[in-house]
């Protein structure tokens, strides 16, 4: 195959069992020989490299990234200087800050990087993060009525506020000053205050539009150190080491899903390393409150551990706990925090399992899965608003194209839904559309993700608008909805040194996926349907070697019904995962897709 050459399809799966194509990921075999030779990688593992997009010339700072070589000069942030110099007048003048955070784990980590930073200069920063129900999401003119109230002089908003123009013009209009920190969507018209922020703003020229809101404010946080040196605020102070705050950069970075390369990459490959330690003592607790050892993290710690319980308290309990939480210094504060992000949890899980079925059932009644429309937009009295984005992400990854899943009141007539798209669709974009055309009472988001408020009498006409809008990138997003394999392997070669050697490319997110490998003309054995509709089992090769492995979720579905069967023969595509199970340091096959060549 010549240079950047694709096979039409790999192992001869055009279509799966799930509907989808398998090629080798595509990589230049220059780049890929350079890598072999200048960091001495095997060329299954340099060739993931080169397939990642990741220049000969690169290699070294992606497999080793710094912040000496990545960190973006602040000033390349538009406006970022002026919020640096608001801030420090604000400190200098001893004026009364308040920090406005979202609330999700991306609101909570930059709400805590923010305390922290204060809190080393000698001053409190109380924190407003707005109730999910009562006021919906971002800024509000009765939030910073509130606020207003409780003598607030200066408002920080993080995680939300470009789109709030509005809002911030009542701000404005009660003698409310706001600076907003954000990195989603907004309108070519920033919203009127001292300084936004946000590095998908149009015309900011930083590049860093992967970075989550953490990581914005983690550059903010190096830019406050500049101005508060340059005015001479550490003589007789120590100055703020904000590489000791990287875990909660990378715990936005991660729990946002944000593209990791470049700076990005750093900031949360840095920030593992920091958040192994466990110094922070709510994520230390949080671990301990999950059952988790403590040990060096990993993305999963964040994506599956931490973040789930930071997240259940703005989806279902109170909106703060997890900033206070991540920026608490009390051990025994941290201790009763986490119990209570655990328990509401737990309570989340069965609500989410409640509307997942409810929804799979209405859509799959209508066919809306399964036809040639680009979006699902399904609704129901009385879902809570807090699981519809988890809910619309399980249904995305089930039926492959953008859901967007709206819990309806119906007692106001209104509806608070969140959407989850397929690569290659914009959702976010087609949500700011949808508002722009008067269709909503508010909404917004980025690419993979957004979230809207909706007046119940006109879903039908958002569904219709959402299906034309992102109807031409359907078509493109199909016909790229490829399962990418990295590597043929046979269960054999399914070992720890060969996860271990691939985990040099972690942590992994858009932009940079988890490495998948494929297993040829295997047999599922000793497969057993477990709750939550999971399939464990074994895959034998053809030479009686075999792997443990798991699928997800599927047990109704057409790959889990293959596994179930036991059908020998099989073609399977996942990924490889540490089992480390009584001390066994093993790895387990975490199945994507299940091919029958019979079928194929």
């Known amino acids: 195959m010549a240079d950047g050459g694709v096979s039409p399809v790999f192992l001869g799966v055009s279509r799966s069992l799930s509907g989808r194509a398998w090629r080798q990921r595509p990589a230049e075999a220059g780049v890929t020989r350079a890598h072999m030779q200048a960091l001495g990688l095997d060329e299954p593992l340099a060739r993931a490299l080169a397939a990642r997009g990741v220049a000969a010339e690169h290699g070294a700072d992606f497999?080793?990234?710094?912040?000496?070589?990545l960190f973006p000069d602040p000033s390349s942030f538009m406006d970022m200087d002026a919020a640096a110099a608001a801030i420090v007048d604000a400190l200098q003048a001893q004026a009364s800050v308040h920090v406005f955070a979202d609330y999700d784990v991306d609101g909570a980590s930059s709400a805590a990087l923010l305390v922290r930073w204060f809190r080393a200069l000698g001053a409190d920063l109380p924190i407003y993060v707005p109730d999910r129900l009562t006021e919906g999401y971002g800024p509000s003119a009765r939030a910073f009525d509130t606020l207003k109230a409780r003598g607030a002089d200066l408002v920080i908003t993080v995680d939300c506020g470009a789109a709030a123009n509005e809002s911030v013009a009542h701000a404005a209009a009660i003698g409310l000053k706001v600076v907003v920190i954000d990195h989603h969507m907004m309108r070519e018209e920033p919203p009127a205050c001292l300084a936004v922020v946000n590095p998908n703003r149009p015309g900011c020229a930083s590049g860093q539009g992967n970075l989550a809101a953490a990581g914005v404010v983690f550059v903010l946080l190096a830019a406050l150190n500049r101005e508060a040196r340059r005015r001479g605020l550490f003589e007789g102070r120590t100055e703020p080491d904000i590489r000791q705050w990287l875990d909660l950069a990378a715990m936005g970075a991660i729990c946002d899903v944000t593209g990791l390369t470049g700076f990005n990459r750093a900031l949360t490959s840095l920030g593992l390393k920091v958040m192994s330690s466990w110094s922070n003592p709510g994520l230390r607790a949080l671990l301990a409150a999950a059952g988790a050892e403590p040990g060096p993290a990993k993305a999963n710690h964040a994506g599956f551990i931490l973040g789930p319980r930071i997240n259940a308290g703005g989806r279902i309990g109170k909106s703060d706990l997890g900033a206070r939480l991540l920026s608490t210094d009390d051990p025994d504060e941290a201790r009763v925090l986490a119990q209570e992000l655990d328990a509401l949890n737990l309570a989340r899980r069965e609500v989410e399992a409640e509307v997942t079925e409810q929804a799979v059932r209405r859509v799959e009644a209508t066919g809306a899965h399964a036809d040639d429309s680009a979006v699902v937009v399904i609704e129901g009295e009385d879902w809570h608003p807090g699981v519809v984005g988890i809910v619309a992400g399980r249904?995305?990854?089930r039926w492959r194209k953008p859901v967007v899943v709206i819990g309806v009141d119906a007692v106001n007539g209104v509806g608070k839904g969140s959407g989850r798209s397929?690569?290659?669709?914009?959702?976010?974009?087609?949500?700011?559309?949808?508002?722009?055309?008067?269709l909503l009472i508010a909404g917004g988001g980025h690419a993979m993700a957004a979230g809207l408020t909706v007046a119940a009498d006109r879903i039908g006409e958002l569904r219709a608008f959402l299906n034309e809008r992102l109807s031409d990138e359907r078509v493109e997003a199909v016909a790229q909805d490829w399962v990418e394999v990295d590597a043929l392997i046979d269960p054999r070669a399914a070992t720890r040194d060969l996860f271990e050697a691939f985990e040099q490319l972690a942590p992994y997110g858009p932009a940079n996926p988890e490495p998948l490998f494929a297993l040829e003309g295997v047999q599922a054995r000793e497969p057993v349907a477990m709750n939550g509709g999971h399939v464990r089992c074994r895959l034998v090769g053809p030479d009686g070697a075999s792997v443990r492995a798991i699928a997800w979720?599927?047990?109704?579905?057409?790959?889990?019904?293959?596994?179930?069967?036991?059908?020998?023969?099989?073609?399977?595509?996942?990924?490889?995962?540490?089992?480390?199970?009584?001390?066994?340091?093993?790895?387990?096959?975490?199945?994507?897709?299940?091919?029958?060549?019979?079928?194929?």
Do not use: H, S, Y
């Open 63 to 69: 497999l080793t990234p710094t912040l000496k070589a």
């Open 395 to 397: 249904l995305r990854e």
């Open 422 to 438: 397929q690569p290659g669709m914009n959702l976010g974009r087609a949500v700011q559309a949808a508002w722009n055309e008067g």
């Open 553 to 600: 979720r599927c047990a109704d579905l057409p790959t889990g019904k293959a596994l179930l069967a036991g059908q020998g023969g099989l073609n399977l595509v996942g990924r490889l995962k540490a089992d480390d199970w009584n001390g066994r340091r093993g790895v387990q096959f975490e199945i994507e897709d299940v091919a029958d060549p019979r079928m194929a």
